[in-house]
């Protein structure tokens, strides 16, 4: 047994706890000298001559590749591409940063006085060039990577989650508002679509004991169901609006869960509605579309692998990239920079707050509309369970990854999302491992994004921190 209580900090004799401060400054200086020692190797490294640097980076490029092929990967080619990426970034990293630097200094200077007539050039080729994506495994004999990489259901499926990034960047990025239920105006497009086609209608009566209806009342596509797209995008403003109105006073967590819950609560509906959604079964045999041309072709859009469908949805990321530029430029997106950056200086700077705020909502709402629509007619069925809350993070992640108020980097952010998980494949056991780690590295590496806006980059480079009215006050 002990004679007593074991002493306190403040009880020790002063030559014990002079010891313990000496022991832990002593850990403190080993763990110092180590890091300098690190950094020191580290510099020396990346100090190597260019040519020196390139063949180490080349042997240890495609050792790396080797041990990847063998591990993970089943093609040669793309594991020793990643090795030599890897390893030819960490030798040669700061010099191409600098080297592309210089070159984008002089493409700047270059271009600003054609901008009025070479970036619409360049944004019709670059959209005329990814229209043929599709054909890129009919011309070459490509790896079964980039095979999974452009087909036309994956194509699509990038086309589409780039319109609803771009829908959401408008109220992330530009407006500052953080939206957790975005996929509740996705799920309402949708649902838009299957009733309006008369498909609810039918699975309904299929549910039926016995079926109140046969084949023969299955629905088909009318000329006039081309305005569903304007049907969704105006239900799912006016969605957005209801949202909106009562709740975008609201600001940073208070205002996702809001929207989180919303986006619950429009599940949750159309999985207990049965008499309109038909509940958790969901809709089945929504009709293809269609068009007649004026000399009596019928062009109809088939099955999930139809070329046509990533055509349509590149049509509406196109004419939405060209709408928010446009947004962007004029005086309603000056007034979400003032709201993002500053909101009570905004209002006294008599910026209408609420309606701009409402503004944002209802762009990024309809956005998700139009492509809840284009998701039902491919897809041919819609359930609750197809928009669950992931698929809001997924979005914001996108949105991200790209750069907040970018919309180049909405859709690249879209791209990587979609692409990764489907380049891996192959890989199943690990795919969602290696998407993980990448945000994870992109988040560390740019955390302004892969192509943010000037503002936040700016930000980031300078330090430039926001400062709330009340500690302004106060300091």
Known sequence: MSDGPTPTREQRPAGERSRSLSRRQEWRRRRQVIREGLAARWARVRSLDTVVASILAAVLGIGTGVVLYEAYLSSLTFAVVIGLAITVWIFLGKRLRVGGQQLNAQWTEWSQPRRKWLFPLLGVLLAVALGFLPFINDLFNVPEWLFLATNSAVLFKVALFALFALGLNVVVGFAGLLDLGYVAFWAIGAYTAGILTGAAKYSLGLNQHPPTVTAADKPVWNEWMWLILFAALAVAVIAGVLLGSPT?????D???????????IVRITLNNLDSITVGPRGISSIPHPQITLPGGKTIVWGTLTDDKYYWLALTFVVLWVVAIRMLDNSRIGRAWVAIREDEVAAAAMGVPVVRMKLAAFAIGACTAGVGGTLYAWQINSIAPSQFQLIQSILILA????????SISGAIVGAAIVTLIPEVFRGITAYRYFIFGVGIIIVMIFRPQ??????????????GTADVDLYDAMRS
């Open 248 to 252: 975008l006073r609201l600001r940073g």
């Open 254 to 264: 208070y205002l996702a869960i809001v929207t989180l819950g919303f986006g619950e």
């Open 398 to 405: 996108m949105v991200v990854i790209g750069g907040m108020g």
């Open 449 to 462: 994004g892969l192509i943010p806006s000037k503002r936040r980059k700016a930000e980031l480079r300078q």
